[in-house]
């Protein structure tokens, strides 16, 4: 879900990009498949943190485009802040 | 072509599916069809969009997603509307498919009641509990006769003796007042359901399959001295049913599969405090079974979120 909004930080996107951005963002490490994707973003949009920007048709199928919320922006920067704060534990130099 | 908009999906031209297009459909219907039907083109796009060129077989992972969605996707469609009366409904369901299966094995001696009792269970299924009542309150008082060795309506040959799926009598191991709780329950369900005068939701035609392999009293694994045998397809449905209410419970963070299983629980475990004397380990083991399957069903939704974002 992290990486899910992270992605969309930057522009709404649709599920391709989105599973593309996520690959990126994570260096390969996070690649969900599209049934898991889907299922992360549903309850993403039930809880209010992203929603469908705008759909549109390409070759005949629907294509919707999420953005995230407010809501959404403040929940992944205070979870990027307390992995910030947890990772600063192991990695600050050791006080001698 | 791109349009832009919420609008529906433009006609497109007469094309054959890939086979890969076709065998990803194929697994798309794991999800409900309201959600098949708004967003199955779209992950059928992305799924697509992301296949290696050339590849025809679904690759391992996005098929095991699919389904796992697929299942996601239909537990969170299903808990909707009021918890507690979905709930009983279900907890209901399950307790006629019960009743119909006690009485299945003697279709072929029992021609008017069988069917009545199906009925019964159709009518549940199908959410009229108005007309399931009736239907249920005759085959239970002639239940309830059978058991006893009364004859209230009609004129039954005691002991009833089993066409197929059985070799044991009918009720031949439960008394009158076991046999009758199964009803109660049953008949004080739909009295609350009907009482609601709010529209029961439909069940789905799979309850019909589940009949059966309640109904069968085999195969044979137990020692014949054994006072209260235990049906090994019996035991496989009752376990599968449980421990998908209580996968569904985590899942959705919804206790109604929990209050379903309870319910059934109960009117199971009249059997076993009736044979209490004479309960044999495996007896114990299987209770233990579906009380731990229902405790965890009732526990599941207040699991905790693992972060924020969970």
Known sequence: MYFVLAALRAEPLHGHAISKA????????????????????????????????????????????????????????????RMQAAAALVLRPAAS | MTTTGPSRPAASPAR????????????????????????????????????????????????????????????????????????????????????????????????????????????????????????????????????????????????????????????????????????????TGLLVLASRRQPVPTRSWWWCAVVPAAAWAGPDWMAESTALPLSLSRMAVETAAFGLAAAACYLARDHRWALASGVYLLVASGRFIEFADHLTRQHLAYWGVLLVLTLGAAFAPFRQRRHCLD
């Open chain 1, 22 to 81: 996520v690959k990126e963002l994570s260096g390969g490490r996070v690649q969900p498949s599209v049934g898991t994707l889907y299922g992360i973003l549903e309850r993403l949009n039930e809880r209010g943190v992203i929603q469908v920007d705008r759909e549109e048709v390409v070759n005949g199928r629907n294509r919707r485009y999420f953005r995230i919320t407010d809501d959404g922006r403040a929940l992944v920067e205070a979870e990027a802040r």
């Open chain 2, 16 to 187: 054959t599916p890939s086979a890969l297009e076709r065998r990803y459909r194929r697994l798309l219907l794991a999800y409900p069809r309201p959600y098949r039907a708004a967003h199955g083109d779209e992950l059928l796009d992305v799924l697509l969009e992301s296949a290696d060129p050339g590849r025809t077989v679904p690759a391992l992972k996005e098929a095991w997603g699919l389904l796992v969605g697929g299942v996601r996707s239909r537990v969170i469609h299903q808990a909707r509307g009021s918890a507690w009366a979905d709930g009983l409904h279900l907890a209901v369901t399950a307790v006629a498919a019960a009743n119909l299966a006690a009485l299945l094995p003697y279709a072929g001696t029992l021609p008017l009641w069988t069917p009545l009792s199906a009925l019964a269970l159709l009518a549940i299924l199908r959410g009229r509990v108005l007309a399931a009542f009736p239907l249920t309150l005759l085959t239970g008082v002639k239940a309830v006769a059978i058991a006893g060795g009364w004859q209230p309506l009609d004129l039954t040959l005691l002991p009833v003796h089993p066409t197929f799926l059985s070799d044991l009598p009918l009720y031949g191991d439960s008394s009158p007042p076991a046999v009758a709780a199964g009803y109660a329950v049953v008949l």
